[in-house]
């Protein structure tokens, strides 16, 4: 039988750490700053990828449209002063965001929110964002490789800027689109319009098999206690499940669902 666990690639960067959670542990010396899981081109939607940071990674921002990307984090583990940076705290102008840029005033611009383990936030393509130092989160995308660098703090990498500023959308964030995760029970975190996505806490149940139907999703496991085909899909593993009924999740047992949404949907 074919395996349904996804292949995993480490990424080395530069703000990324050499120690980290125990499921991905090397001795190295490696900084690797991301963990994605390679979907097959068949179902390739969606990338779910873990992110780790020692160092506050660029302001940037991603297109709308076909090639666009929304995303979402839920924040595992932050540092005592971490922050995530979303959006403004008040308009601002196209202008006033290239000065800013330039000039690095851009981080005092933007709104920056102090995360702990179980934050959640969806960012919609053209939220202007950064992601802060000390933190661990699973980032759920579309999947298109297409960023565009604002501000990277002085470090010697290329800016987007004129991309950028024909994208971002100089407002505040949507407090709707941020929200706290309980630690257990089953919690509805995204409904499209690209993809849904679920935290469960043992069976899904008929509500969410009707939702998910007979689609493939995804399947994260933040506990271990998740099988897929009968195949045991481990914390800190991704798995490729032909639908949810192909899903086991034992009770007391936290998971992550990712699907896809239809068009039009």
């Given at each position: 039988m074919?395996t349904?666990?996804?292949?995993t690639r480490?990424?080395?960067k530069?703000?990324?750490r050499e120690?980290?959670?125990?499921?991905?542990a090397?001795d190295?010396g490696a900084?690797?700053g991301?963990?994605w899981?390679?979907p097959p081109a068949?179902?390739?939607?969606?990338?779910?990828?873990y992110?780790f940071?020692?160092?506050?990674l660029s302001v940037?921002v991603?297109?709308?449209g076909?090639q666009?990307?929304?995303e979402?984090?839920?924040v595992l583990d932050?540092?005592?002063?971490?922050?995530l940076?979303i959006?403004?705290?008040?308009p601002v102008?196209?202008?006033?965001?290239?000065?800013?840029?330039l000039d690095g005033?851009?981080e005092?611009?933007?709104a920056?929110?102090?995360v702990?383990?179980?934050?959640?936030v969806y960012?919609?393509?053209g939220?202007?964002?950064?992601?802060?130092?000390?933190?661990s989160?699973v980032?759920?995308?579309?999947?298109?490789d297409?960023?565009?660098?604002f501000?990277?703090y002085?470090?010697?990498r290329e800016?987007?800027?004129?991309?950028?500023?024909?994208v971002?959308?100089?407002?505040?964030h949507?407090p709707?689109l941020?929200t706290?995760?309980?630690?257990?029970?089953?919690v509805?975190?995204?409904?499209?319009?690209?993809?849904?996505?679920?935290?469960?806490?043992?069976?899904?149940?008929a509500a969410?098999?009707a939702?998910y139907?007979?689609?493939?999703?995804?399947?994260?496991?933040m506990d271990?206690?998740?099988r897929v085909?009968g195949?045991?899909?481990?914390?800190g593993q991704?798995a490729?499940?032909?639908s949810l009924?192909?899903v086991e999740?034992?009770a007391?047992?936290?998971?992550l669902?990712?699907?896809p949404?239809?068009p039009?949907a």
């Open positions: 074919t349904c666990l996804l292949p480490r990424v080395e530069p703000w990324g120690e980290l959670p125990e499921a991905f090397t190295d900084r690797v991301e963990i899981f390679e068949a179902h390739s939607e969606l990338l779910a990828k992110i940071t020692s160092e506050n940037q991603h297109p709308p076909a666009g990307k929304d979402c984090w839920l932050a540092e005592p002063g971490a922050v940076g959006g403004f705290t008040s102008a196209a202008e006033a965001m290239r000065q800013g840029a005033s851009i005092q611009m933007m920056w929110h102090p702990s383990p179980g934050d959640f960012i919609p393509a939220t202007v964002h950064a992601i802060g130092a000390g933190i989160l980032e759920v995308q579309q999947n298109r297409c960023t565009y660098r501000y990277d002085g470090r010697p800016l987007h800027l004129d991309e950028a500023l024909e971002a959308r100089g407002v505040p949507d709707a941020r706290r995760v309980p630690d257990r029970g089953h509805s975190l995204v409904r499209g319009p690209f993809f849904r996505l679920d935290r469960v806490d043992g069976s899904p149940g969410l098999d939702d139907g007979t689609a493939a999703l995804l399947v994260l496991p271990e206690g998740v085909n195949e045991p899909v481990g914390s991704c490729l499940a032909t009924a192909a999740i034992a007391g047992t936290r998971c669902l990712a699907q949404c239809p039009g």
